[in-house]
């Protein structure tokens, strides 16, 4: 939607001040012993109160029975076509941790993992290490050296980093080495064009001397690539929407989302209770902010169900905070869903709420796949939120004489 030039010129900048609030792996699906959903299983007063003064749907990320990545899921939250503005999330991780991307330099999201004597998986996160201990790892395979090519590797946060590739002639076309499960080996870095022939020795070379420098280590003796890309470019979300957004993040990857789009990165702390800290310093300073919450994705894919719920309530304990500062507009979406019982991301729907002024409320009685299934939105692309965030702001004039 924001590439719909129709609308552009209905769009004015106001005073009013709107507030996206992005809990990633929102939605989930019911526990087979109690057929309740995370949601539904939380203790969550302050989301359902909210819910029953608003505005409540479904969104769907991408299509109808797609699984999205965080990547898509976020640019359809932003209003951007998730099929037509594809990125790696390599680039995003890379912009999220302040790397600098030229044109024709390669990014790609690594981890680093454990393999047995026999090089097969057994944990693709190498038990979630600390940066302390992933740091200086990175430090160590910064000094690989491939001719023709320069190769840069620089932590992220916990066990992952980003590889970069500098050079003529290099190409994202790549298939990813992570074969997404345990118990198999790390796959080859094949090129999908023949064009790219020529990164993917390279790309395995690294590989290949990760594996010599690391094999000691434990419990990480191996990298993982995935998300291969390229400097991406997007339409202007600031300029687009007339709005001078800001983004919120603690987490790399959504940082460098938000960048893509052209929000201003705010620096911030590593809790959620940092991000509201933040939120509250910079209110006068910007009409639209973008805020970020990891952890219930980080459960989910865990297949942690008490833990996602653990989480989902840690997050409604903050909620207050944000609704003192009285936005005009606040909406409350997921990215995608990430059913602890399935331990990844689904192609769910996803629980959403926008509050305004205007919206007093229509009988949904709590947040959650249930409840927000009956409410007025219905079922929307989730490209669509800006829209209505605009319309319920006053930034969004009528369409047409």
């Given at each position: ?90 680039a995003l991780e890379a912009l999220g941790i302040g ?6 330099d390669v990014a790609a999201r690594g981890n680093f ?89 390279i790309v395995n070379e690294f590989v290949s001397e ?192």
């Open positions: 939607m924001i590439d719909l030039e129709q609308i552009h010129d209905s769009i004015a900048s106001t005073s009013s001040k709107i507030v996206l609030l992005v809990a990633d792996g929102l939605g989930g699906l019911p526990h087979p012993d109690t057929r309740k959903s995370e949601l539904e299983t939380a203790k969550i007063p302050n989301l359902d109160a909210l819910a029953q003064r608003s505005a409540c749907g479904l969104t769907t990320p991408v299509e109808v029975g797609v699984a999205p990545g965080s990547g898509p899921g976020h640019l359809a939250l932003f209003g951007y076509n998730p099929l037509k503005y594809i990125i790696g999330r390599g790397v600098e991307l030229l044109p024709g993992c454990a393999v047995d004597d026999h090089g097969l998986l057994t944990d693709r996160r190498a038990g979630r290490i600390a940066t302390a201990l992933s740091a200086p790892l990175c430090e160590r395979l910064d000094r690989i050296e491939i001719p023709g090519v320069q190769l840069d590797v620089f932590p992220v946060q916990d066990y992952r980093f980003v590889l970069r590739l500098r050079g003529d002639g290099l190409s994202e076309h790549l298939e990813e080495t992570d074969p997404q499960r345990e118990g198999v080996a790390p796959r080859s870095a094949d090129a999908i064009v023949p064009e790219a022939e020529r990164t993917a020795k990760a594996g010599r420098i690391l094999a000691e280590d434990e419990p990480a003796n191996m990298v993982l690539l995935r998300g291969w890309a390229q400097l991406p470019n997007l339409p202007d979300f600031g300029g687009v929407y007339h709005l001078n957004p800001a983004a919120i993040a603690a987490y790399p990857m959504y940082r460098g989302l938000a960048s893509v789009a052209n929000m201003k990165i705010i620096p911030t702390g590593m809790t959620f209770g940092d991000e509201v800290d933040t939120l509250h310093a910079n209110w006068d300073d910007h009409d639209f902010f973008f805020l970020h919450y990891k952890p219930a994705d980080a459960a989910g894919e865990d297949g942690d169900f008490d833990g996602k719920v653990k989480c989902l309530e840690e997050l409604d304990a903050h909620l207050p905070r944000i609704l003192e500062l009285d936005p005009d507009v606040i909406m409350v979406a997921g990215d995608h869903a990430t059913p602890a019982i399935m331990a990844s991301h689904s192609w769910h729907p996803v629980p959403f709420m926008l509050h305004s002024k205007l919206t007093l409320g229509e009988g949904v009685d709590g947040f959650n796949e249930r409840a927000c299934a009956q409410g007025s939105l219905g079922r929307i692309p989730a490209e669509t939120i800006m829209l209505l965030a605009l319309s319920h702001s006053g930034k969004l004039s009528k369409f047409g004489p």
